[in-house]
């Protein structure tokens, strides 16, 4: 068997080493992870084999084998000998005692080799049986386990051969201890008896000094020299007796309760003393127990090893023949587990290799798809350029370039490759509802949008593996996000959808985690129910007209509707002084895509407007706004210099294409592809992101529009220009490296001197319109007054 299944493997490994390599292009090899060579060029080892190769049949194979009979199983006790049968027999069973003693208990040989080296008499056996009663027994239990019982004297005697020295040595040794407590007692008495001289010392000392204090008091007495002095020291006296003797009182009844309390101590102590002495004849007599219930343990033992040397024959034959079974088994097992082993260890290798050929057929799909994608885009920017000279070309010709456009627009990139593998097919909407070809009235803007599909999903596929794959896996590594260098160099380069909403939430969070009472969401809602704000009409109105491409607000039966509606609702109840402004639902549209839930749209909508604009950039003047698009042209100056002189040559103010995009930060001009990515990070870095991705489109498309000279035109593309961007990620360079330095300093700077210009033009303005105002009140009230001069006269 093994010989066939290791062949089976020989096979399966020369054919998946036979197998053709496919072709690997440049880019893809490029792409590729730096890793060894692939399972077909290796060949295996001695290192990878868990069993030897069997080259050769070990028996008759084939046809052979199939005819010969069945194998009989090995017999039991071939392997002993027949011209001494019963000194075989005494063998075996020698063998299986002496084994089922090993395995029994280790101490057992040591035991009885000691006895053996110790040998002794029965009178001494007897003499320690009489004088060692306990310590006997033990040993008789511990040598029960390990051997017969007919040791046990033996290894006793052993024990105790030194007996007499022994008693000898303990003799002297009490007389040591007895001369010991002797001494120590007469320590003791010694303690004692300076203690109670000491205690005497004390006691005289005392009478001494109260002798002392007497001869004192009698001398005073004895000087005094009148008669009512002697009479005050006998009343002072007086008063020192009885405070003495209520002292002595005091001392006595001291002395009762201390009495008292020693009394009870005394019977609790008698009370626990009897309590120890019966536990411990309760425990004397466990161990007694304990004694005869081991001596019957072991005679019970002792009868089962007797009854096992009694086993018959038969039985051991039987035995015998089931361990040489049991070994055949265990080698048949181990076998299969190396087979095993070595199966899993070539499978993974087989495995390994299909994966890497896989990755690299996919990559050179990606590859393929893209040349397509690129190949298609060029062809439809060939028809657009013949539609553009339609009127130069026959009538004929005209009609076949319509005709080849119409088929472009219609043809669907999902029916040509049903059959083929599609990584990243184009279909109607995207991943967050936006119509992926908008229907243009126009044709010409159709067929734009066709090309900038074509041009987007070519990006995406070569970009797939070399830097989106990558992203994910960084990105799956942030579990806890904290403002760094590494969070803004990976925020630049877009989130991921499925680490959008938490990012999302995780800035907004940042920036208002002061702000955001409980329930205070709720609270306006309420209010919106209880009173109707003055914008709201305005609100209802602009709901119908909010991402009219996106197939989540296309209808006013769409859910997300009503949630836009409370929203913009809350916030003009959360901010009166701007209360709703022509925008403000796009912005609020784009957070409720993304983040779902209305309440976190909401306070993304307040971030966007009270923290991330300047002041009065959603006012009903719109003056920060304004101000924004004078400092825009500063850096358009500034960056694209030729750009700029361009467009002054021809009188375009740039205004009128960007005034929109800083509003609602480019929704609606730019497909949600390249939106969101800008969005992410102008929610973590702030307006700044808007003036670069601005400077970005128009560097993107700078010698396209340098190519135009004529104002008309110019204006003209410059209204669909941005539908020509299908590589974000080389916006995203030309936003963040080629704009650079791009400080906030002097964005700060330039919108305060704009401010301040812009307000006093709008003074001088407001001046000369009151002005203008009182003259022509004053112009309207002359007319009348002549008229009725006029009247009067003629009267």
């Not at 290796?42 to 070990?58: A, C, N, Q, R």
């Not at 260098?485 to 909403?501: F, Q, S």
């Amino acid at each position: 068997m093994m010989y066939w299944l290791q062949q089976l493997q020989m096979k399966r490994w020369a054919f998946c080493n036979t197998r053709p390599r496919l072709p690997v292009d440049s880019m893809t090899a490029g792409a590729l992870p730096a890793a060894g060579p692939l399972l077909g060029d290796t060949i295996p080892t001695e290192g990878d084999e868990f069993l030897p190769p069997v080259k050769t049949p070990t028996d008759v194979v084939g046809l052979k084998a199939a005819s010969l009979p069945a194998p009989q199983l090995p017999a039991a006790l071939q392997n002993i000998s027949l011209k001494h049968p019963w000194t075989e027999l005494q063998n075996t069973i020698y063998n299986i005692c002496g084994s089922r003693q090993l395995l029994g208990n280790g101490r057992s040989i040591s035991s009885l080799e000691e006895c053996l080296q110790h040998p002794g008499t029965p009178e001494e056996e007897q003499e320690i049986e009489g004088e060692a009663e306990c310590p006997a027994r033990e040993q008789a239990q511990e040598e029960t386990w390990a051997g017969p019982r007919s040791h046990w004297p033996r290894k006793a005697k052993w024990l105790n051969s030194g007996f007499p020295a022994f008693v000898e040595g303990l003799a002297r040794e009490r007389s040591s201890h007895e001369k010991v407590a002797v001494l120590q007692q007469q320590v003791l008495a010694l303690t004692e008896e300076v203690k109670s001289q000491k205690e005497l010392v004390k006691l005289l000392h005392k009478a001494l000094e109260a002798a002392q204090q007497e001869k004192r008091a009698s001398s005073t007495y004895l000087t005094a020299a009148e008669d009512q002095d002697r009479l005050e020291l006998v009343r002072h006296k007086v008063r020192q007796i009885v405070e003495l003797s209520h002292r002595v009182e005091a001392l006595e009844t001291e002395k009762k309760e201390l009495e008292q309390g020693l009394a009870l101590r005394d019977s609790r102590l008698e009370e626990l003393q009897r309590h120890v002495q019966l536990l411990m004849d309760k425990n004397q007599a466990k161990q007694q127990v304990i004694l005869k219930l081991t001596e019957q343990v072991v005679l019970d033992l002792s009868d089962e090893e007797q009854e096992a040397h009694a086993v018959p024959t038969e039985t051991l034959y039987k035995q015998q023949e089931e361990m040489e079974h049991l070994k055949d088994d265990l080698d048949a097992y181990r076998t299969q587990n190396q087979f095993l082993n070595s199966e899993i260890h070539q499978v993974t290798k087989l495995w390994r290799s299909v994966a890497e050929k896989e990755k690299v057929l996919l990559m050179k799909c990606a590859r393929l798809q893209a040349c397509t994608c690129q190949a298609q885009t060029k062809y439809l920017l060939l028809l657009r350029k013949l539609q553009e000279g339609s009127p130069g070309l026959a009538s004929g010709d005209a009609e076949v370039v319509r005709s080849l456009i119409q088929e472009a627009l219609q043809w669907d990139a999902t029916e040509e490759v049903e059959e083929a593998l599609q990584l990243n097919p184009i279909s109607e909407y995207d991943d967050y509802g936006f119509l992926t070809i908008p229907e243009y009235e126009v044709e010409d803007w159709k067929l734009l949008a066709k090309i900038q599909a074509l041009e987007i999903r070519s990006n995406n596929l070569l970009s797939h593996v070399v830097a989106e794959k990558p992203l994910l896996e960084r990105w799956a590594g942030m579990t806890e996000l904290s403002p760094s260098a590494e969070l803004k160099g990976l925020i630049r380069c877009g989130i991921p959808m499925e680490h959008r909403p938490r990012v999302w939430k995780w800035i907004v969070s940042q920036h208002l985690c002061h702000r955001q009472p409980a329930n205070h969401y709720k609270k306006l809602l309420h209010q919106c129910e209880a009173t109707d704000h003055p914008a709201s009409r305005q609100i209802e109105l602009d709901l119908s007209r909010t991402l009219t491409n996106n197939r989540h607000f296309a209808s006013p039966t769409s859910q997300l509707i009503p949630k836009l509606r409370r929203v913009l609702l809350a916030f003009s109840w959360q901010n009166p002084a701007i209360g709703y402004c022509q925008g403000l639902n796009r912005l609020a549209a784009i957070a409720l895509l993304v983040l779902e839930e209305e309440e976190s749209a909401f306070w993304c909508l307040v971030h966007i407007v009270e923290n991330l604009m300047p002041a009065d950039y959603y006012s009903n003047t719109l003056i920060a706004s304004q101000v924004d698009q004078r400092v825009f042209k500063d850096f358009l100056s500034e960056k694209l210099p030729r750009l700029m002189a361009h467009f002054e040559q021809h009188r375009i103010d740039v205004s009128l294409i960007t005034f929109n995009w800083f509003l609602v930060a480019f929704v609606d001009s730019l497909i949600s592809d390249i939106l969101l990515p800008i969005w992410d990070a102008f929610l973590y870095e702030g307006t700044k992101v808007i003036f670069r991705y601005a400077l970005a489109i128009f560097k993107y498309n700078e010698e396209a529009i340098l190519r135009i000279h004529d104002s008309m035109e110019l204006y003209q593309y410059l209204r669909f220009f941005t539908r020509m961007i299908g590589d974000g990620r080389k916006l995203m360079s030309i936003a963040f490296n080629d704009m650079n330095p791009f400080p906030m300093k002097v964005l700060r700077n330039r919108r305060t001197m704009h401010r301040a210009q812009l307000e006093a033009e709008l003074s001088e303005l407001e001046r000369i319109k009151a002005q203008y105002v009182k003259e022509q009140a004053e112009h309207v009230g002359w007319r009348l007054d002549g008229t009725v001069s006029e009247e009067e006269e003629e009267t």
